[in-house]
């Protein structure tokens, strides 16, 4: 890359004499950069003022050379380097572009300094001028290159880790404490109490949250794409995932202590499949608001071996007596006893109700004053509602 300015009405000794003071030159742009801009003002023997100085005097010589010879090509890659040193400093490129504006400066002054003893017509002048901050904006540009090279490659390392962590949280058996607690450090991730696991539909894979805290890991391209929310209970974090993921259909899983992770994705992948059959509603849901249907599906043919042997008083009647009672059984066990409340729950009439509990004691006998088949019955019921839901 070349100076883009006309330098060809410079006289070829005027650069000769310049050389000679580059090394004042330079001594005073880093005088100037350590005195007025803060993030410089460090000791000159360290390793970072010693690396900006040896850039200095680089730029000061480059630009020479570039004036002697305006179609010589140049080496960014110093200037790069620079650029990758402020983003490991964690800094933005302000104060770079700021110790170079006031680089040129400098030397601007100086060139007018000494434009009289050189005898420099004011075309010569303002030719150099010129060429000073064209060579600025290159030499900027340059470093802002290696700036952003350094921030991608550092952010895609971030990445790497923060995968790696949610590996190592989710495996099976967990990783051991101080291996999270040393990849967690590395990825600048807060070891919580409590988290839950979100499983995503993943027949939407190519969805990406926009709106996730930093502090949310995400697992999109895991087989099972999920998210892992710290302190999931906490504020503000049920309406975070809410607005995050706008209705898309997903599973929370219960919240549990940081060890038991992978527990949590499995409850909610659990509840994902259940929402796809249509036993559990589409959309975000949260197991904590269904455990009782989770716990009745997680083992269905020992729940069909026991609805079997406790329907088995109705197996006599035709569908629909079938279903009419068992509703009404089920309506009775959830919600008292008293016909008038079953009655406005099924929205029949009271009388109607009556009759159904009539054939249903006479169908059970003593069977509906044990507690024990009580709560079995309602399993079984629970589980026959879901399955009419569904269409199975």
């Known amino acids: ?73 140049w080496n960014p890659e110093p200037f790069r380097m620079i650029g990758r040193g402020e983003a490991a ?67 895609g390392e971030m990445e790497r880790r923060r995968d790696r962590l949610l590996d190592l949280l989710l495996s099976r058996p967990p990783a051991g404490p101080q291996a999270i607690a040393d990849l967690a450090k590395a990825a600048g991730w807060r070891l919580p109490k409590t988290v839950a696991c979100v499983a995503l539909d993943d027949q939407h894979t190519a969805f990406r949250a926009p709106s996730l805290p930093p502090d949310v890991l995400t697992g999109h391209d895991r087989p099972i794409p999920c998210l892992l929310v710290p302190d999931p209970n906490g504020p503000g974090q049920a309406q975070m995932l809410a607005a995050a993921l706008r209705g898309r259909p997903a599973a929370v899983g219960p919240a549990v202590p940081l060890p038991a992770a992978a527990t949590s994705l499995r409850w909610a992948c659990e509840a994902l499949g259940l929402s796809r059959r249509g036993v559990l509603p589409r959309g975000l849901l949260r197991c904590a608001d269904h455990m009782a249907t989770l716990i009745v599906f997680k083992d269905e043919e020992l729940v069909g071996a026991l609805a079997e042997a406790r329907l088995a008083p109705l197996a006599h009647l035709r569908p629909t007596q079938q279903d009419r009672l068992a509703e009404t059984l089920l309506a009775w066990l959830r919600h008292g006893r008293g016909a008038g409340e079953v009655a406005a729950r099924l929205h029949v009439h009271p009388q109607t109700v009556r009759y159904r509990l009539r054939q249903l004691e006479e169908l059970y006998g003593d069977q509906l004053a044990d507690p024990d088949i009580r709560f079995e019955l309602e399993i079984v019921l629970r589980a026959r509602q879901a399955a009419l839901t569904t269409g199975r």
């Open 89 to 155: 400093e964690g800094r933005n490129l302000e104060p770079l572009q700021a110790a170079m504006r006031l680089g040129a400066r400098v030397g601007w002054r100086r060139l007018t300094e000494l434009a009289e003893p050189l005898g420099l017509s004011p075309q010569s002048l303002y030719d150099l001028g010129e060429a000073i901050f064209v060579y600025l904006d290159q030499l900027a540009d340059a470093a802002a290159e290696g700036f952003d090279e350094a921030r991608a490659h550092a952010a």
């Open 1 to 73: 890359m070349a100076i883009r300015s006309d330098t060809t009405r410079i006289p070829a000794g005027i650069v000769r004499t310049l050389r000679t003071g580059i090394g004042r030159v330079s001594e005073e742009v880093i005088e100037e950069i350590q005195a007025r801009i803060p993030e410089y003002s460090r000791p000159s023997d360290t390793i970072y003022i010693k690396v900006i100085r040896s850039a200095v005097e680089q730029a000061v010589d480059g630009f020479l050379d570039r004036v002697e010879n305006p179609s010589a090509a």
